[in-house]
């Protein structure tokens, strides 16, 4: 009825679960491991539903996992750093072993912006991943050796997902993302990632006096 251009749903790669097949295209089967994913699942078919009964002018985009300057303390990669910054002796962490497709919150953005003004992304679900694949394991060893840091790295049971919860592997194709929009990702492969981080790290190195992450724990 307001003649609305776009309607642009942030919706998860969580929505796939542990990858069924890697890279994860649009086509992977929803999984919802987690009331989270589930309910992302269910927002997802809902917007789509509009589309088709409506002509609603519905885009999907399924960010995996984005990380940079302001994210909130709950999220991995920030509470290292924070960690290491706050010169702490240990940090207490969940499962090392997933993977993670990471993305630098300046090519999510893009991704946003490029989808919603590409007429060619109206009814269509895509994924914006970097395709590129990290554990935490190895994310907290380039964080450490980026920061120069020894800090230790305790795996704590109570942090653990349950079993069948746990999303494992997160590995994103965004070839249907480069196909129908101009979107130039500038953060991808090990060298985007390793660059991704360190404008990471500056900027948390340069804020944290300001930033209410003093606390030498990660937030469960």
Same mark, same amino acid.
């Given at each position: 009825d307001l003649n609305i251009e776009k309607v642009l749903i942030t919706s998860t790669s969580e929505t796939y679960g542990t990858a069924q097949f890697v890279p994860i295209t649009e086509s992977h089967p929803l999984v &919802?491991? /987690?009331? *989270?994913?589930a309910s992302k699942i269910g927002a997802d078919q809902l917007a789509l539903s509009y589309w088709r009964s409506f002509n609603t002018p519905v885009s999907i985009i399924? !960010?995996?996992?984005? *990380? &940079?300057?302001?994210?909130?303390?709950?999220?991995?990669? !920030?509470t290292i750093i924070s960690q290491i910054l706050n010169q702490a002796e240990y940090i207490k962490l969940g499962a090392l072993s997933p993977t993670r497709d990471f993305n630098y919150v300046e090519d999510i953005c893009a991704a946003? *912006?490029?989808?919603?003004q590409s007429k060619n992304t109206i009814g269509k679900v895509i994924n914006a991943s970097s395709n590129?694949?990290? /554990?935490? &394991?190895?994310?907290?060893?380039?964080? %450490?050796?980026?920061?120069? /840091?020894?800090? %230790?790295?305790i795996s704590e049971n109570k942090r653990l997902r349950p079993e069948n919860s746990e999303v494992n592997r997160l590995f994103g194709d965004n070839s249907?993302?480069?196909?129908?929009?101009?979107?130039?990702?500038?953060y991808t492969g090990s060298d985007g990632f390793k660059k991704g981080i360190i404008k990471t790290i500056n900027w948390f190195t340069k804020n944290m006096d300001n930033l209410d992450y003093k606390n030498k724990d990660y937030i469960i």
């Open positions: &919802g491991q /987690s009331p *989270y994913a399924r !960010p995996f996992n984005t *990380y &940079g300057p302001r994210q909130s303390a709950r999220a991995v990669i !920030p946003f *912006y490029s989808i919603g590129f694949e990290i /554990s935490i &394991g190895d994310t907290v060893n380039l964080i %450490k050796e980026l920061m120069n /840091s020894n800090i %230790k790295v249907l993302l480069l196909k129908l929009t101009e979107w130039n990702p500038k």
